[in-house]
C-alpha cells in the first residue's frame, strides 16, 4: 500500500523518534499554536487515517511499548460494515477503538463515508462532517475534535469546506500536504 511501511520499519521509526524527538499529541499541538502552553523542540505528531485493523494489532502494541501518543482519524461506516470500504481490508472494531481511546490513542473523525468533501454537494459535505462527529463521540463517550480530510490533497477541500469543519466544532484538520507546521500557520 502507498502510505505504509513493514511492522519492523514502524517499529524502527518509532524507536527512533522516541529517542531524538519530542512526540506529543495533537490535542498538545493545537494547544501549543493557540498560545496555551510551550510546545518542546522537535515535537512530532503521529496520525494514522482509516482504521485499518492493523493499527490496532501492530501499531499500537509498538506505541505502548515507547508510550507516544497518535491520533487515529475513522470512517465510522467502514467500522459498521458500509459504505465503499477499499477491498481485502480488515477494520478495527469499536471495541478496540475503545480500549485505544483509554490508552494514549485520540480519536478524530475522517467524513462518515470516506469521500472526498470538494466533490459532494455542500450539505452531504456538511452531513458527513457533522454526522462522523456525532457515531464517533456517541460511541466514545467524549468529544471528539479533530478532523482529517479525506484523501488530503488540495483537489479534496478548500476554503469553503475548511469553514464548514471549523463551523461543525473541530478545533483542527489535517491534510495530506508535505511540509512542517508552526505555531501561526494554518
Known amino acids: 500500500y502507498l502510505h505504509s511501511v513493514s511492522p519492523a520499519a514502524f517499529e524502527a521509526q518509532m524507536r527512533f523518534l522516541a529517542a531524538r524527538y519530542h512526540v506529543i499529541s495533537l490535542e498538545q499541538m493545537v494547544a ?14 503521529i496520525t494514522f487515517d482509516d482504521g485499518w485493523r492493523n493499527t490496532y494489532t501492530t501499531a499500537y502494541p509498538i506505541l505502548c511499548a515507547y508510550n507516544l501518543p497518535a491520533t487515529l482519524f475513522l470512517v465510522p461506516d467502514w467500522i459498521e460494515g ?37 466533490r459532494l454537494p455542500l450539505e452531504e459535505a456538511r452531513r458527513e462532517v457533522a454526522a462522523s462527529k456525532a457515531r464517533l463521540e456517541e460511541e466514545l463517550g467524549r468529544a471528539v475534535t479533530s478532523f482529517a ?15 464548514l469543519v471549523a463551523e461543525s466544532g473541530y478545533a483542527c484538520a489535517v491534510t495530506t500536504l508535505s511540509g512542517s507546521n508552526r505555531p501561526g500557520q494554518n
Open 32 to 45: 501549543g499554536f493557540r498560545g496555551e502552553g510551550e510546545l518542546p523542540e522537535r515535537s512530532v505528531v
Open 82 to 118: 458500509r459504505g465503499n470500504p477499499p477491498p481485502g481490508r480488515e477494520y478495527v472494531t469499536w471495541e478496540q477503538v475503545r480500549e485505544m481511546s483509554r490508552n494514549g490513542i485520540s480519536i478524530g473523525a475522517h467524513t462518515l463515508s470516506h469521500r472526498s468533501l470538494k
Open 149 to 163: 480530510y479525506p484523501y488530503g490533497a488540495f483537489r479534496d477541500f478548500d476554503a469553503g469546506i475548511a469553514r
